[in-house]
C-alpha cells in the first residue's frame, strides 16, 4: 500500500529552467510533507518542508506547493543547476500518530548544462 | 547530515551471519528512525525508537530483524542469519528537536552486501 507516491520516475530539464517534482498522497491524516534530495552513496538531505496549514513554502530556488484537496504536493525549482541532478524523494508524516516519515519512491532529476 | 553517525558505512556478511548496524544521533537527541533502501526502490520505514523504548515497530520483518536504543551508546539494527534479500541500504534518521513540525536528519548509511 503506497501511500505516498512519485508517478514520475525521471525528469530531464535544460540548466536554467523549472524543475517541477511532483508527489501524491493517500492518508489524510499526513499534514507535514517535506522533500529530500539524495546523491548515490549518501543519506537524503533535507530540502525543504511544508505543515498542511500552508499552501506554499519558499526558501531560496526551492518552492514547495500542497494541495489538500487533491492530496498533491510539488517542489519547483528555479534557475535548475547541473548540480541539482539527485534522487528527490517526498514524504509524508502524520503529527496526531508515531510521527513516522512515509517516503515516496524518488524522482531522479538530470539537469542538463 | 553530519550530526548522525552511522557505522559502518559498508558491511559484508556470509547467508547466515549476523548484522549489526550501529548508529549514533545527532547530540542530545532521543529519537531515530531506521529505514531500508533496496536497490532502485524508495526508501522504507522499519522503526522508530525513543531511547529504552520501540514506539513503532510497524515496518519491521517479523523475524530475524530487531532493534535496539539503550540508555547509553547507540542505536542497533540486527539482522539474524542473513539472506541475500537483505542486501540493501540501511539509513537512520534523528528528528531536528524530537517528534513535531520537525525534519529528520539521515546518516550516511550501511551498505549491507549478503554473499
Known amino acids: 500500500d503506497q501511500q505516498v507516491k512519485q508517478n514520475s520516475p525521471s525528469l530531464s530539464v535544460q540548466e536554467g529552467r523549472i524543475s517541477i517534482l511532483n508527489c501524491d498522497y493517500t492518508n489524510s491524516m499526513f499534514d507535514y510533507f517535506l522533500w529530500y534530495k539524495k546523491y548515490p552513496a549518501e543519506g537524503p538531505t533535507f530540502l525543504i518542508s511544508?505543515?498542511?496549514?500552508?499552501d506554499k513554502n519558499e526558501d531560496g530556488r526551492f518552492t514547495v506547493f500542497l494541495n489538500k484537496s487533491a492530496k498533491h504536493l510539488s517542489l519547483h525549482i528555479v534557475p535548475s543547476q547541473p548540480g541539482d541532478s539527485a534522487v528527490y524523494f517526498c514524504a509524508a508524516a502524520a503529527t496526531s500518530g508515531t510521527y513516522k516519515y512515509i517516503f515516496g519512491t524518488g524522482t531522479r532529476l538530470k539537469v542538463l548544462a | 547530515n553530519a550530526g548522525v553517525m552511522q557505522n559502518p558505512r559498508h558491511l559484508v556478511r556470509r547467508r547466515g551471519q549476523e548484522a549489526r548496524l550501529r548508529c549514533s544521533p545527532m547530540?542530545?537527541?532521543?529519537?531515530v528512525y531506521w529505514y531500508r533502501q533496496l536497490p532502485e526502490e524508495g526508501l522504507k520505514f522499519m522503526v522508530y525508537l525513543q531511547k529504552e523504548n520501540i514506539i513503532d515497530e510497524s515496518g519491521m520483518p517479523k523475524e530475524r530483524f530487531s532493534a535496539e536504543f539503550p540508555k547509553e551508546g547507540p542505536s542497533i539494527l540486527r539482522i539474524q542469519q542473513v539472506v541475500r534479500g537483505d542486501s540493501a541500504a540501511y539509513f537512520c534518521?534523528?528528528?531536528?528537536?524530537?517528534?513535531?513540525?520537525?525534519?529528520?536528519?539521515f546518516g550516511q548509511g550501511t551498505r549491507l552486501t549478503v554473499v
Open positions: 547530540k542530545g537527541h532521543s529519537h
Open positions: 511544508i505543515s498542511s496549514i500552508k
Open positions: 534518521a534523528s528528528p531536528r528537536s524530537g517528534p513535531g513540525n520537525t525534519e529528520a536528519f
